[in-house]
């Protein structure tokens, strides 16, 4: 297994990576700006935090000192956006249920 991934290594540089994971970090930021859903603005952050995710374990396994260190934080990051999706929706829903509603643009206060 281990020589798969340095074989697959050898053939995918670093800046590969890095450019899948700007284009997805991209893509995600112009949808949670443009997108008035919010539901779909979540999916955009996770977008997001995926795509850091994906420079996190491609520099881990790149730089020789890391030690793993990147897949641990992406571990990490995963568990707190497990949360943050939680919570989040318990607010969607909580909104929706009052406002009926989860256009971003329709929720100005917070007041029911």
């Known amino acids: 297994m281990q ?16 450019v899948v994971a700007a284009i997805m970090f991209a893509i995600g930021a112009w949808g949670a700006l ?3 859903n919010a539901v779909v603005v979540f999916m955009c952050v996770e977008l997001m935090i ?6 996190l374990v491609a520099f ?14 992406a571990v990490l990051i995963i568990a707190i956006a497990a949360a ?3 919570v ?3 607010i969607v ?3 929706f249920r009052t406002r009926r509603t989860v256009n971003i643009d329709e929720v100005d206060s917070l007041r029911g």
């Open 84 to 86: 943050e999706v939680a």
């Open 50 to 55: 995926n795509a850091v995710n994906l420079t």
């Open 3 to 18: 020589q798969f991934i340095d074989q697959l290594n050898a053939q995918i540089p670093l800046e590969g990576y890095l």
């Open 93 to 95: 829903l909580a909104i």
């Open 88 to 90: 989040g929706l318990a």
């Open 60 to 73: 881990a396994d790149f730089l020789p000192g890391a030690g793993g260190a990147g897949a641990g934080y």
């Open 34 to 36: 443009i997108r008035r």
